[in-house]
């Protein structure tokens, strides 16, 4: 089974929708993060969290808010969703015991907003 | 503001050949420097980490340098194979202040041909 994993894989909704998208881990790490990517922009930091009690924003955190259920989930939501918010969501954590933060990845969900 | 720059424009090569994957970056001194593969469609895959107070890393048949006073990072493909063929971003500490969190580049697309 995959270490990080996000639900929905791709979604499409229309402007205005609350949406949110999850990400769940199994490795055991503290950190998790939410990036957006769009082309050509590389990877945005949108939110991270170092614990359950500790949520932090990113460069780019306008339009989005989250939220740290367990030390295993770590979800993301966009509270009234517009078209530039279109592009490919990605989760990761990181554990910085194992050193500097190398961070895992899950598989990405492709949001398009109508 | 601290900035990261990859090479835009897509790699070609010819199976068998050295890639070389430049990262520059300017207005911060980072701890350390990752590179990571992402295929399309797919969350970024950690590869190699350099600290600061390395040259050259090395792991089968990929090679980073860091270079502080260029504030350059090289990495190396040895012997391409049609299977390396991805996007590759590196990915630089955020500084003192900002531990644990990653500045991504934009990446540079890698098209090795048979």
């Known amino acids: 089974d995959a270490d990080v994993t996000q639900t929905p894989r791709n979604r499409i909704t229309k402007t205005g929708k609350r949406i949110m998208l999850e990400c769940s881990q199994t490795k055991g790490h503290d950190r998790m993060y939410w990036y957006r990517q769009d082309p050509g922009l590389g990877l945005q930091l949108i939110y991270y969290?170092?614990?359950?009690?500790?949520?932090n924003k990113g460069e780019i955190s306008d339009g989005y808010s989250v939220s740290r259920q367990a030390q295993a989930k770590f979800s993301l939501s966009l509270e009234s969703a517009i078209p530039n918010q279109t592009a490919l969501y990605f989760c990761?954590?990181?554990?910085?015991?194992?050193?500097?933060?190398?961070?895992?990845f899950g598989p990405g969900t492709r949001l398009t907003v109508l | 503001s601290q900035k990261i720059e990859q090479n835009s424009e897509a790699l070609n090569i010819q199976e068998g050949k050295t890639a070389t994957l430049t990262c520059n970056y300017t207005?911060?001194?980072?701890?350390?420097l990752q590179w990571y593969r992402q295929d399309p469609g797919r969350g970024p895959v950690f590869l190699l980490l350099?600290?600061?107070?390395?040259k050259e890393k090395r792991k089968e048949r990929l090679k980073v340098t860091f270079d502080t006073t260029l504030k350059q990072s090289l990495f190396h493909i040895t012997a391409s194979q049609p299977a390396d063929s991805a996007t590759y971003l590196c990915a630089l500490d955020g500084g003192s202040g900002n531990t644990g969190k990653l500045i991504f580049g934009q990446g540079t697309t890698l098209q090795v041909k048979p």
């Open positions: 207005n911060y001194s980072p701890a350390y």
């Open positions: 350099i600290r600061e107070n390395e």
């Open positions: 990761a954590t990181s554990d910085p015991g194992q050193g500097p933060d190398t961070q895992y």
């Open positions: 969290s170092f614990d359950v009690k500790d949520i």
